[in-house]
């Protein structure tokens, strides 16, 4: 055993200095270590980052590639491969050029180096090349910039215009087809005012002219009668013998008939042409400017010739009040307010005593007709959707839905407002509201 002062006094020194060591080497490696699992995250982190882009790439739909100023393909994504029919490594290193149909060459190349030289975007429509023959495709291409803002390259884009260009097809035809079944309906709508403007018609005509053709029979007997008469006198005989043919014929009530009969075809023939005249009016395309009118007797007219043609029993009764001048074309709304009266009509098919209350008045500027039923009105759940085109509530095959949509449409080309109404009972009850002539 040494003793004390034998031992060499730098001893101790060198003990804690290697001591120091030791604890910087193990802190040098526990750093190191952390570091280690740091950098396995991080490793880690990148390439979940990496699949998640990679997944993205390929699941995109446009041609994504990334090429450098001599137009090498680095890297492909997107539809590339689908299109193509090769990897990303089948083309790493193959020139995009090689790609390009030889008639859209040109355009690709001086596209592509104008976005490169500029640094901005460009866009072009080339084909390239596929195992299906040229496929076209709008290119965007992006200048690759590196730290220093220097291009080295080029981010390219592409969609294919094939899909595109057959959707768009599609929808084109979808959208002929549309127009050609909404002129259809529109057809079918004005047919059924038609039908129903004609069966008013028909039915207006037949009893003036049936009151015409019975008076023609009366006209043909008192003429024959006449003949005879005459046929005797010219053949010289006997002042008795006519006597007792003009009592035999009755000849004096001929002639007095024959004076009505004429008077009976005159009154049917007017009215026949009364009717043809409100008729060419109700049938005015509405064309040339707008006028003054009244609007009592262009709604009058409009309703006369809906009863006329409707089989339901319906009173139709006008409130007195205001008798409003609108300013429009009449034509156009005598189509509303028959719409307005049918569709009433058509609701009070199953009301006992059906009324339909027809009143005007003014409300500053406006002319205002509202048209209101006793039937079973409107549930309140689809009023909004009154004025939708093709919405009806009407069975299969008996409306088209656009009656209300045709004419709310027309009275906003008026500059006016065809709206729901409230109505304090049951039935339902529309408002037209027209301008009346500026500065009247």
Not at 82 to 91: A, I
Request: aromatic content about 6%; overall charge negative; charged content about 25%.
């Amino acid at each position: 055993m040494h003793r004390s002062e034998d031992v060499d006094p730098g001893f101790e020194f060198s003990d804690n200095a290697w001591a120091k060591v030791l604890e910087a080497v193990d802190q040098t490696y526990s750093e190191l270590v952390a570091y280690q699992e740091q950098l396995e995250e991080k490793n880690s982190q990148l390439e979940e980052l990496r699949r998640f882009l990679s997944s993205v790439m390929s699941s995109v739909s446009d041609l994504l590639v990334v090429i450098d100023r001599g137009h090498m393909i680095e890297q492909t994504g997107g539809s590339f491969e689908r299109l193509t029919q090769g990897t990303s490594k089948t083309w790493s290193g193959k020139s995009f050029d090689d790609l390009v149909h030889p008639d859209s060459l040109q355009i690709f190349r001086e596209t592509i180096e104008r976005a490169i030289s500029t640094h901005e975007r460009a866009m072009v429509e080339i084909d390239i090349v596929t195992v299906d023959g040229a496929s076209p495709l709008e290119l965007s291409i992006a200048p690759r910039l590196n730290e220093r803002g220097k291009s080295v390259g080029a981010v390219i884009v592409g969609r294919p215009l094939g899909e595109l260009r057959r959707a768009y097809s599609e929808l084109e035809s979808s959208h002929a087809t549309l127009k050609e079944t909404q002129a259809q309906l529109v057809r079918n709508e004005k047919m059924a005012g038609l039908g129903r403007l004609v069966a008013g018609v028909a039915h207006e005509l037949n009893n003036p002219i049936s009151f015409v053709y019975a008076n023609t029979h009366a006209l043909e007997k008192s003429a024959t009668k006449l003949e005879t008469y005459f046929n005797a006198v010219t053949e010289g005989a006997p002042r008795e013998d006519l006597i007792a043919l003009r009592q035999e014929l009755r000849l004096d009530r001929a002639v007095a008939n024959l004076r009505t009969a004429i008077t009976g075809a005159k009154d049917g023939a007017e009215r026949v042409r009364d009717i043809v005249e409100d008729l060419r009016r109700l049938s005015a395309d509405g064309g040339g400017d707008l006028v003054d009118f009244d609007l009592v007797t262009t709604t009058r007219l409009a309703v006369d010739w809906i009863v006329r043609g409707t089989k339901t029993p319906v009173s139709i009764v006008f409130e007195e009040g205001d008798a409003p001048v609108a300013y429009g074309n009449p034509g156009h709304v005598q189509q509303i307010v028959m719409n307005l009266v049918q569709n009433a009509i058509d609701a009070l098919s199953e009301t006992v005593d059906p009324e339909i209350t027809l009143t005007h008045r003014i409300e500053g500027d406006w002319a205002v007709l509202a048209v209101c039923d006793n039937g079973p009105g409107i549930p309140e759940d689809i009023q909004p959707s009154v004025f939708d085109p093709f919405f009806t509530t009407k069975p299969v095959g008996e409306g088209t839905g656009l009656g209300l949509s045709i004419s709310h449409k027309i009275a906003q080309e008026h500059g006016g407002d065809l709206t729901l109404c409230s109505t304090q009972d049951r039935g339902s009850c529309f408002c037209l509201k027209l301008r009346r002539k500026p500065n009247s």
